[in-house]
């Protein structure tokens, strides 16, 4: 199974691009995770008969939301953790296949000041437990605007980010807490060095410069360790501030 995760900033924008209906229309991926589609409704332009669209905004316009479509119908569908301090801003949809679980996650960011970081951790805590749940049955595989550059080798400029958003000692704990209960950063069991980013800044025009962020993923709970096939980073593909994630898994 070929799985794609992609912060797409913005829906409507994505599609003028064209990019993001190319890659669906390619049919290389069985299943697409998309974050940050800041829309009341999803576009028809997905309506296709072998794929299934799911849809999950947040109650505040044109702000988070998340979407997964997946050529491989699900056994079922679940928006949100049932808890509405969370769930109103349509952060998270879990389709539920057969052998596995695909949570799609768009985590918040713990923005300037830290002004969002107990909530942040509160939704990191949250995660966990939801995560850990669902585990009891059966393997999951999360993927995901985190939100959060793990180690030094997932930011380009390590000591000037300290304490900032995205590279808090809190939150950094927090993935290193997931990966020690039983989960795999997909990523770095492929790719072991550094350079490699997920978002860039548009307002420093950083993506030139490769000037970014390791924040988005795919984890996997460790019983799929020996399933894993290939994970990389689509850094060459345009269309929003951050660059797809891509997973192969045999499952």
Same mark, same amino acid.
């Given at each position: 199974m070929k799985l794609l995760s992609w912060n797409i900033n913005g829906i409507k924008s994505a599609l003028k691009k064209g990019i993001l209906l190319e890659m669906v229309e390619s049919g290389k991926y069985d299943v697409v995770l998309l974050q940050e589609t %800041?829309?009341? =409704?999803?576009?028809?332009?997905?309506?296709? @008969?072998?794929?299934?669209s799911y849809f999950f905004k947040a109650n505040k316009p044109a702000y988070s939301g998340t979407a997964i479509i997946t050529r491989i119908k699900p056994l079922s569908v679940t928006y949100g953790f049932g808890d509405p301090e969370f769930d109103n801003e349509g952060r998270v949809i879990t389709a539920e296949f057969d052998k596995y679980y695909v949570v799609n996650s768009y985590?918040?960011?713990?923005?300037?000041?830290?002004?969002?970081?107990?909530?942040?951790?509160?939704?990191?805590? %949250?995660?966990? =437990?939801?995560?850990?749940?669902?585990?009891? @049955?059966?393997?999951?595989?999360?993927g995901g605007d985190f939100n959060v550059a793990h180690t030094e080798i997932d930011i380009a400029r390590p000591k000037e980010n300290v304490m900032n958003p995205g590279?808090?000692?809190?939150?950094?704990?927090?993935?290193?807490?997931?990966?020690?209960?039983?989960?795999?950063?997909?990523?770095?069991?492929?790719?072991?060095?550094?350079?490699h980013y997920s978002w860039w800044s548009l307002i420093t025009f950083a993506r030139k410069r490769n000037i970014g962020w390791r924040i988005d993923y795919f984890i996997t709970s460790d019983e799929l360790k020996n399933s894993l096939r290939g994970a990389d980073i689509l850094e060459n593909v345009y269309g929003s501030d951050h660059a797809p994630v891509y997973l192969e898994v045999d499952v």
């Open positions: %800041k829309a009341k =409704e999803f576009p028809d332009a997905f309506d296709y @008969s072998e794929y299934n985590f918040p960011n713990s923005r300037r000041e830290l002004t969002r970081l107990d909530y942040k951790l509160a939704f990191n805590k %949250k995660m966990l =437990e939801y995560l850990e749940d669902l585990r009891k @049955s059966k393997p999951v595989i999360i590279f808090t000692e809190q939150e950094r704990a927090w993935m290193t807490k997931i990966l020690q209960k039983g989960y795999i950063d997909t990523y770095r069991e492929f790719i072991k060095d550094s350079g």
